[in-house]
């Protein structure tokens, strides 16, 4: 209520009744000395506020003095360890005044939980959220003097935007979201900063921001972390925005030769960040010296997967299959995840077996479990053509109709399908008409290869004649899709067949592409497309004269399955190698193909001789028809 004067008397108050009876003079001389004392006592009053303002800075200055007693100890025996960290000593001096300025931060009572059975000065501070602005958030830590030696080494396997560059966690609290620094959290860039970050490129490319995000990083020199939601520019919350963190990185792009072609091609900033390329080969040249190093490789596998060590038929089964995976007899497949699982498997049935080593057989089986659990469609295949719902002839012989070569790739499995051509010819004018590209189920490799069979024709046998030729060629019961050119040999030679009217041996299969010379070219899977007319002649019965025309440069690359190595060595089935269409002819007929001789002409009977005989057939017919039809008009 403030302060008040009253009269006294004995010490006691006089009442307001007895006052009030006082002699008038008494009274004026009580209420003057009133006035004097209340003036008197404003003026103290007055004085009171810088009284108490001169106490709370001497008591602040004295908390000041003794806070700075204990505060620069501890602020002089960590600033000795960052002696010369300008950016350290800064933030101790900035943290020295903030402790200081704020004791009593630290002197306030809190009260220990009831029933807390531990006194109040033992109870930790440390997660009082009063006392976060005192707290140090470490971001990252490479430190050479503990478990890191050197640079560090990062490979981050889900590159997402905050993983790359960081992030700022929100707490809810209230059904609002709270931040603070305590709250930044490190990124890839962040842990690999001064050494090296390794990412898979497809990864990256998929995650949405993270690759600008890095590129951007990598041309600042600098980590600046934003989230996904700024980038999006959805919202206008208020957020922290770290201070950007200087970078200095080396980074590693892995993958496959496809991207990195693309990324040259269609980003620009991407050769001017990423300047070294390396190209590593899928593929080891198969010498004795290198033999013997993949030798060492398996051992070293099943020794890290903790496997039962091989024998050397074993070692020597595993590299034949890993140069049937990298389908070519003189090299040896560098695909060390196929190995190694192979390697897995075989130990597993080599434990059911009681061996202590793995053995060749164990090998053995483990491959042909792998082909039956991945063979359904290829049995499908086989069935069809076995029961005759899908015609493949594979004895007889028969005009203008060939059983070509063909691989179908289902997931990691694939498989060789023979399937059947035929052609059809007649006088025309010059046309060689592909099925498949009418129907719009060719693709542009095959119907390259069909147009390349006309310049043949054009260049073999119309050199001073018009090509008056109609012909059709068409994949028999062909539903899917077809590409590639590795038919256009057999094609040729149904048409040259078709043209002659000479029958071809239907116990041949044929693959390989052809050029305008006539001369047969390499091409791809033909260990699946001989085992695969393989396997629909031994489920029918090898006669010895069934077998494969393949062309001469794909010698090499023969990496066959044991039973057709037995079946050929055994003559029962056979592989034969062609450097040109005549020779095809030459094989696939049994009859002479022709040459011609010094005037230019073929040699009578011949193949050839017929073929050209034919089309000049064609042409006469032509001219006929044309001289009718201008007569007709005139």
């Not at 082909?371 to 069809?384: F, G, M, N």
């Not at 035929?422 to 490799?445: C, M």
Request: proline residues 4%; charged residues 25%; aromatic residues 6%.
């Amino acid at each position: 209520m403030g302060f008040g004067l009253a009269p006294t008397s004995n010490s006691e108050v006089i009442k307001p009744d007895v006052y009030n009876q006082l002699p008038k003079e008494e009274r004026v001389a009580i209420e003057e000395k009133i006035a004097v004392l209340q003036s008197e006592l404003t003026a103290v009053l007055e004085q009171l506020p810088l009284l108490q303002k001169a106490h709370r800075d001497a008591l602040r200055q004295l908390n000041a003095e003794m806070t700075a007693a204990v505060v620069d100890t501890s602020i002089q025996a960590i600033g000795k360890q960052f002696q010369g960290i300008e950016v350290i000593e800064k933030r101790l001096a900035v943290v020295r005044y903030d402790l200081i300025d704020n004791t009593e931060l630290f002197l306030s009572d809190d009260a220990p939980p009831e029933g807390d059975i531990f006194p109040k000065n033992l109870i930790t501070q440390k997660h009082n959220p009063k006392y976060n602005r005192y707290r140090v958030n470490v971001v990252v830590a490479n430190d050479s003097d503990g478990d890191t030696k050197g640079s560090p080494l990062i490979f981050e396997d889900h590159p997402t935007l905050a993983k790359l560059i960081g992030r700022v966690e929100h707490l809810s609290q209230f059904g609002a979201l709270v931040t603070d620094f305590t709250m930044i959290r490190a990124g890839a860039l962040h842990r690999a900063n001064g050494g090296y970050l390794v990412l898979d490129v497809r990864k990256i490319l998929s995650e949405p921001f993270a690759w600008e995000a890095l590129k951007r990083a990598l041309r600042a020199k600098e980590i600046k972390i934003v989230s996904a939601v700024d980038e999006m520019g959805f919202t206008s919350t208020v957020s922290l925005e770290p201070e950007p963190i200087p970078l200095d990185v080396k980074v590693i792009l892995i993958g496959e030769r496809i991207v990195y072609y693309l990324l040259c091609d269609l980003d620009p900033e991407f050769g001017d960040l990423f300047k070294i390329e390396v190209d590593f080969d899928d593929q080891l040249q198969r010498t004795d010296d290198n033999v013997e190093l993949y030798a060492r490789l398996i051992a070293t596998i099943a020794q890290a997967h903790k496997l039962r060590p091989l024998n050397a038929d074993a070692v020597a089964t595993v590299i034949e299959q890993t140069a049937r995976l990298a389908e070519d007899s003189q090299k040896l497949s560098l695909r060390v995840g196929l190995i190694t699982t192979l390697l897995q498997e075989a130990n597993h049935w080599a434990g059911i077996d009681g061996r202590q080593t793995i053995a060749a057989s164990n090998i053995q089986h483990t491959l042909d479990e792998q082909l039956r659990r991945s063979s359904r469609v290829q049995e499908l295949s086989q069935e069809a053509i076995e029961r005759g719902t899908r015609l493949i002839t594979t004895d007889g012989s028969e005009i203008g109709q060939i059983n070509a070569l063909s691989v179908l790739t289902i997931g990691k499995f694939a498989f060789g399908q023979p399937s059947r051509i035929t052609a059809r010819v007649r006088s025309g004018a010059g046309k060689v008409i592909d099925i498949e590209r009418e129907a719009k189920l060719g693709g542009p490799l095959h119907s390259k290869g069909v147009l390349i069979l006309s310049g043949y024709l054009a260049a073999q046998f119309a050199k001073d004649v018009p090509l008056s030729l109609w012909a059709s060629l068409v994949f028999e019961q062909s539903y899917g899709g077809v590409d590639g050119d590795s038919a256009s040999c057999a094609e040729l030679c149904a048409l040259l067949s078709a043209l002659s009217e000479t029958p071809i041996k239907q116990s041949f299969a044929v693959t390989g592409s052809v050029n305008q010379l006539g001369v047969v070219q390499a091409i791809g899977g033909v260990n699946e497309k001989i085992e695969g007319f393989f396997d629909i002649c031994a489920a029918r019965g090898l006669t010895g004269e069934q077998g494969v025309l393949i062309p001469a440069a794909n010698v090499k690359h023969l990496m066959l399955k044991q039973e057709v190595v037995d079946a050929a060595k055994a003559g029962s089935f056979g592989i034969y190698p062609m450097e040109s269409v005549s020779d095809a002819i030459a094989l696939l007929t049994g009859e002479d193909v022709g040459e011609r001789d010094k005037d230019g002409a073929f040699p009578t009977n011949t193949i050839n001789f017929r073929i050209e005989a034919k089309l000049r057939h064609f042409s006469d017919l032509q001219r006929k028809q044309q001289r009718g039809e201008e007569e007709q008009a005139s």
